[in-house]
Protein backbone atom coordinates (compact mmCIF):
# COMPACT_ATOMS: atom_id res chain seq x y z
CA UNK A 1 0.00 0.00 0.00
CA UNK A 2 1.53 3.31 -0.60
CA UNK A 3 2.34 5.64 1.97
CA UNK A 4 1.03 9.26 1.85
CA UNK A 5 3.57 11.90 1.82
CA UNK A 6 3.99 13.64 5.03
CA UNK A 7 3.60 17.77 3.96
CA UNK A 8 3.00 18.74 7.52
CA UNK A 9 6.52 20.88 7.49
CA UNK A 10 5.15 22.61 4.27
CA UNK A 11 2.09 23.43 5.70
CA UNK A 12 3.85 24.66 9.07
CA UNK A 13 6.07 27.04 6.71
CA UNK A 14 3.55 28.02 4.58
CA UNK A 15 1.06 28.70 7.34
CA UNK A 16 4.67 30.40 8.88
CA UNK A 17 5.14 32.96 5.81
CA UNK A 18 1.20 34.20 6.12
CA UNK A 19 1.56 34.60 10.05
CA UNK A 20 4.33 36.55 9.12
CA UNK A 21 2.70 38.35 6.44
CA UNK A 22 0.04 39.48 8.07
CA UNK A 23 1.68 40.93 11.13
CA UNK A 24 3.78 42.72 9.36
CA UNK A 25 0.58 44.12 7.34
CA UNK A 26 -1.33 44.57 10.67
CA UNK A 27 1.44 46.41 12.21
CA UNK A 28 1.79 48.93 8.95
CA UNK A 29 -1.44 49.71 9.27
CA UNK A 30 -1.83 50.63 12.74
CA UNK A 31 1.18 52.67 12.48
CA UNK A 32 -0.08 54.23 9.16
CA UNK A 33 -3.24 55.49 11.04
CA UNK A 34 -1.80 56.75 14.50
CA UNK A 35 0.29 59.08 12.55
CA UNK A 36 3.58 58.15 14.49
CA UNK A 37 6.90 57.61 13.06
CA UNK A 38 9.37 59.76 11.36
CA UNK A 39 8.30 61.83 8.43
CA UNK A 40 12.19 62.96 7.12
CA UNK A 41 12.21 62.91 3.47
CA UNK A 42 15.41 63.02 1.21
CA UNK A 43 16.96 66.66 0.60
CA UNK A 44 16.23 68.15 -2.21
CA UNK A 45 16.64 71.27 -4.57
CA UNK A 46 19.71 73.01 -3.79
CA UNK A 47 20.50 70.84 -1.46
CA UNK A 48 20.81 67.58 -4.16
CA UNK A 49 18.83 64.61 -4.19
CA UNK A 50 19.16 61.15 -2.19
CA UNK A 51 18.23 58.95 -4.50
CA UNK A 52 20.26 55.67 -4.07
CA UNK A 53 19.19 52.29 -2.85
CA UNK A 54 20.07 50.43 0.47
CA UNK A 55 22.72 49.16 -1.74
CA UNK A 56 24.37 51.98 -2.51
CA UNK A 57 23.50 51.74 -6.35
CA UNK A 58 22.07 54.42 -8.08
CA UNK A 59 18.53 53.93 -9.11
CA UNK A 60 17.27 53.58 -12.44
CA UNK A 61 14.79 55.73 -14.47
CA UNK A 62 11.95 53.67 -13.85
CA UNK A 63 10.03 52.58 -17.27
CA UNK A 64 6.57 52.20 -15.92
CA UNK A 65 5.31 54.47 -12.42
CA UNK A 66 2.28 52.52 -10.69
CA UNK A 67 -0.15 54.70 -8.66
CA UNK A 68 -2.11 54.23 -6.13
CA UNK A 69 -5.06 56.03 -6.18
CA UNK A 70 -6.63 56.42 -2.37
CA UNK A 71 -5.44 59.33 -0.52
CA UNK A 72 -2.51 58.91 -3.03
CA UNK A 73 -4.15 61.05 -5.72
CA UNK A 74 -7.53 61.57 -4.21
CA UNK A 75 -8.53 63.33 -1.34
CA UNK A 76 -10.60 61.36 1.41
CA UNK A 77 -12.20 64.76 2.72
CA UNK A 78 -15.78 64.20 1.70
CA UNK A 79 -15.61 60.74 2.68
CA UNK A 80 -14.33 61.97 5.80
CA UNK A 81 -17.93 64.29 6.12
CA UNK A 82 -20.35 61.25 5.07
CA UNK A 83 -18.58 58.78 7.61
CA UNK A 84 -18.29 61.49 10.61
CA UNK A 85 -22.18 62.20 9.50
CA UNK A 86 -23.46 58.84 9.61
CA UNK A 87 -21.77 58.08 12.84
CA UNK A 88 -23.59 60.95 14.63
CA UNK A 89 -21.14 63.91 13.58
CA UNK A 90 -17.66 61.69 14.89
CA UNK A 91 -15.78 62.68 12.13
CA UNK A 92 -12.37 61.68 14.17
CA UNK A 93 -13.55 57.96 13.53
CA UNK A 94 -12.21 57.93 9.89
CA UNK A 95 -8.84 56.68 10.23
CA UNK A 96 -10.22 53.64 12.91
CA UNK A 97 -12.66 53.12 9.90
CA UNK A 98 -10.47 52.81 7.09
CA UNK A 99 -8.04 51.44 9.23
CA UNK A 100 -10.61 48.77 10.19
CA UNK A 101 -11.04 47.94 6.54
CA UNK A 102 -7.64 47.84 5.56
CA UNK A 103 -7.64 45.06 8.42
CA UNK A 104 -10.38 42.63 7.36
CA UNK A 105 -9.33 43.07 3.75
CA UNK A 106 -6.42 41.36 5.27
CA UNK A 107 -8.12 39.00 6.85
CA UNK A 108 -10.10 38.13 4.03
CA UNK A 109 -6.86 37.76 1.78
CA UNK A 110 -5.38 34.82 3.88
CA UNK A 111 -8.01 33.21 4.93
CA UNK A 112 -9.22 32.45 1.30
CA UNK A 113 -12.53 34.86 1.19
CA UNK A 114 -13.11 37.70 -0.95
CA UNK A 115 -15.31 40.72 -0.89
CA UNK A 116 -15.24 44.05 -3.11
CA UNK A 117 -13.70 47.04 -0.93
CA UNK A 118 -16.72 48.71 -1.12
CA UNK A 119 -18.75 45.40 1.02
CA UNK A 120 -15.67 45.33 3.45
CA UNK A 121 -15.85 49.46 4.38
CA UNK A 122 -19.09 48.82 4.48
CA UNK A 123 -19.27 46.51 7.22
CA UNK A 124 -16.41 47.81 9.05
CA UNK A 125 -18.45 51.39 9.22
CA UNK A 126 -20.88 49.28 10.78
CA UNK A 127 -18.39 47.79 13.45
CA UNK A 128 -17.17 50.81 14.20
CA UNK A 129 -20.72 52.08 14.73
CA UNK A 130 -21.33 49.42 16.97
CA UNK A 131 -18.32 49.86 19.23
CA UNK A 132 -19.22 53.47 19.33
CA UNK A 133 -22.69 52.44 20.43
CA UNK A 134 -23.89 54.10 17.31
CA UNK A 135 -27.37 52.76 15.60
CA UNK A 136 -26.19 52.02 11.53
CA UNK A 137 -28.32 50.06 9.10
CA UNK A 138 -26.33 48.48 6.45
CA UNK A 139 -27.91 50.83 4.05
CA UNK A 140 -27.08 54.03 5.65
CA UNK A 141 -23.76 53.09 5.98
CA UNK A 142 -23.19 51.55 2.38
CA UNK A 143 -24.61 55.38 1.35
CA UNK A 144 -22.32 56.93 3.13
CA UNK A 145 -19.48 55.07 1.18
CA UNK A 146 -19.95 53.91 -2.14
CA UNK A 147 -21.31 57.01 -3.38
CA UNK A 148 -18.96 59.66 -1.96
CA UNK A 149 -15.98 57.24 -2.53
CA UNK A 150 -16.51 57.15 -6.01
CA UNK A 151 -16.64 61.09 -6.70
CA UNK A 152 -12.99 61.94 -4.49
CA UNK A 153 -11.51 64.79 -5.93
CA UNK A 154 -8.20 65.00 -6.79
CA UNK A 155 -5.45 66.69 -4.42
CA UNK A 156 -4.34 69.77 -5.74
CA UNK A 157 -0.96 69.07 -6.93
CA UNK A 158 -2.39 65.41 -8.91
CA UNK A 159 -3.41 66.62 -12.34
CA UNK A 160 -0.40 68.91 -13.37
CA UNK A 161 2.21 66.07 -11.39
CA UNK A 162 0.46 63.15 -13.98
CA UNK A 163 0.52 65.62 -17.01
CA UNK A 164 4.66 66.22 -16.56
CA UNK A 165 4.72 62.38 -16.03
CA UNK A 166 3.19 61.50 -18.98
CA UNK A 167 4.88 64.24 -21.24
CA UNK A 168 8.26 63.11 -19.60
CA UNK A 169 7.32 59.15 -21.29
CA UNK A 170 6.40 57.14 -18.33
CA UNK A 171 4.44 55.06 -18.64
CA UNK A 172 1.33 55.56 -16.26
CA UNK A 173 -0.81 52.59 -14.59
CA UNK A 174 -2.86 52.60 -11.42
CA UNK A 175 -2.83 49.49 -8.72
CA UNK A 176 -5.91 49.88 -6.30
CA UNK A 177 -7.77 47.74 -3.64
CA UNK A 178 -10.96 49.59 -4.73
CA UNK A 179 -13.13 47.14 -7.67
CA UNK A 180 -12.49 48.02 -11.50
CA UNK A 181 -15.91 49.74 -11.87
CA UNK A 182 -15.00 51.40 -8.49
CA UNK A 183 -11.66 52.72 -9.77
CA UNK A 184 -13.30 53.79 -13.39
CA UNK A 185 -15.70 55.92 -11.92
CA UNK A 186 -13.36 57.53 -9.54
CA UNK A 187 -10.98 58.48 -12.47
CA UNK A 188 -14.13 59.67 -14.38
CA UNK A 189 -15.79 61.93 -12.07
CA UNK A 190 -11.93 63.26 -10.91
CA UNK A 191 -11.06 63.91 -14.46
CA UNK A 192 -8.06 61.39 -14.51
CA UNK A 193 -8.56 58.48 -16.82
CA UNK A 194 -6.39 60.59 -20.03
CA UNK A 195 -3.16 60.28 -17.82
CA UNK A 196 -3.53 56.56 -17.23
CA UNK A 197 -2.40 53.65 -19.60
CA UNK A 198 -4.42 50.63 -17.57
CA UNK A 199 -5.79 50.44 -14.30
CA UNK A 200 -5.58 47.73 -12.41
CA UNK A 201 -7.54 46.19 -9.66
CA UNK A 202 -6.87 43.26 -7.00
CA UNK A 203 -10.17 42.28 -8.14
CA UNK A 204 -8.60 40.11 -10.93
CA UNK A 205 -6.90 37.95 -8.59
CA UNK A 206 -9.02 38.50 -5.28
CA UNK A 207 -6.01 39.12 -3.11
CA UNK A 208 -5.61 42.41 -1.26
CA UNK A 209 -2.92 44.71 -1.45
CA UNK A 210 -0.05 44.16 0.23
CA UNK A 211 -0.19 41.06 -1.05
CA UNK A 212 2.90 40.35 -3.61
CA UNK A 213 0.31 38.28 -6.04
CA UNK A 214 -1.14 42.40 -6.84
CA UNK A 215 2.06 43.49 -7.75
CA UNK A 216 3.45 40.77 -9.61
CA UNK A 217 -0.20 40.50 -11.48
CA UNK A 218 0.73 44.30 -12.85
CA UNK A 219 4.36 43.40 -13.60
CA UNK A 220 3.27 40.02 -15.61
CA UNK A 221 1.19 41.80 -17.68
CA UNK A 222 3.32 44.24 -18.63
CA UNK A 223 5.52 42.16 -19.25
CA UNK A 224 8.26 44.16 -17.17
CA UNK A 225 11.12 43.51 -14.65
CA UNK A 226 10.44 44.50 -10.62
CA UNK A 227 13.48 46.56 -10.78
CA UNK A 228 12.01 48.76 -13.64
CA UNK A 229 8.29 49.91 -11.71
CA UNK A 230 8.31 52.60 -9.63
CA UNK A 231 5.40 52.15 -6.98
CA UNK A 232 3.94 55.28 -5.84
CA UNK A 233 1.36 55.83 -2.58
CA UNK A 234 1.31 57.88 0.93
CA UNK A 235 0.82 53.95 2.27
CA UNK A 236 3.57 52.90 4.18
CA UNK A 237 2.43 49.09 3.95
CA UNK A 238 1.91 49.55 0.00
CA UNK A 239 5.18 50.25 -0.05
CA UNK A 240 6.50 47.71 1.74
CA UNK A 241 4.60 45.17 0.09
CA UNK A 242 6.03 46.71 -3.09
CA UNK A 243 9.66 46.71 -2.21
CA UNK A 244 9.34 42.93 -1.09
CA UNK A 245 8.70 42.58 -4.79
CA UNK A 246 11.41 44.75 -6.14
CA UNK A 247 9.92 47.74 -7.15
CA UNK A 248 11.48 51.23 -6.72
CA UNK A 249 9.32 52.81 -4.16
CA UNK A 250 7.99 56.38 -3.66
CA UNK A 251 5.98 57.55 -0.66
CA UNK A 252 3.88 60.47 -0.58
CA UNK A 253 3.70 62.61 2.44
CA UNK A 254 0.06 62.93 2.58
CA UNK A 255 -1.04 64.74 6.13
CA UNK A 256 -0.96 62.43 8.84
CA UNK A 257 1.02 59.49 6.83
CA UNK A 258 4.17 58.47 8.06
CA UNK A 259 6.98 55.76 7.49
CA UNK A 260 6.93 52.26 9.23
CA UNK A 261 10.23 52.42 10.27
CA UNK A 262 10.99 48.67 10.42
CA UNK A 263 11.18 47.86 6.90
CA UNK A 264 13.09 49.08 3.98
CA UNK A 265 13.20 52.99 3.27
CA UNK A 266 11.35 53.62 0.00
CA UNK A 267 13.61 55.01 -2.84
CA UNK A 268 12.10 58.51 -2.42
CA UNK A 269 10.05 60.54 -0.11
CA UNK A 270 8.20 63.45 -1.66
CA UNK A 271 5.76 65.76 -0.58
CA UNK A 272 3.56 66.18 -3.92
CA UNK A 273 3.38 65.10 -7.31
CA UNK A 274 5.53 67.98 -8.34
CA UNK A 275 8.37 67.01 -6.06
CA UNK A 276 8.10 63.92 -7.41
CA UNK A 277 8.56 65.06 -10.92
CA UNK A 278 11.78 67.22 -9.48
CA UNK A 279 13.58 63.67 -8.07
CA UNK A 280 12.92 61.64 -11.05
CA UNK A 281 14.61 64.03 -13.03
CA UNK A 282 17.71 64.61 -10.31
CA UNK A 283 17.76 60.66 -10.13
CA UNK A 284 17.80 60.20 -13.87
CA UNK A 285 20.45 63.49 -14.17
CA UNK A 286 22.51 61.15 -11.41
CA UNK A 287 22.42 57.93 -13.58
CA UNK A 288 23.33 59.45 -16.66
CA UNK A 289 26.74 61.48 -14.75
CA UNK A 290 27.81 57.70 -13.11
Known amino acids: MARGVDNSHLLARKNGMNFKFVLLALALLAWDFTGNGSSAHFAVADEGVEHQAESGSVVSRPKVIIFDVNETLLDLAPLKTSVGKALGGREDL ?5 STM ?3 SLVETLSGEYHSFGEIGTAALMMVAKTQGIDLEYDQAKAAIVTPLR ?4 HSDVVAGL ?3 KSEGYQIVSLTNSSNVGVETQFKN ?8 KRYSV ?4 KYKPHPDTYRMVLADLDVKPEDVLMVAAHAWDLAGAKNVGLQTAFITRPGKA ?5 AKPDYVVNDLQELVHVLRQADLSAKNE
Open 151 to 154: SLPP
Open 163 to 165: QTL
Open 203 to 206: EAIK
Open 259 to 263: LYPNV
Open 190 to 197: AGLTEFFE
Open 94 to 98: LPLWF
Open 102 to 104: LHY
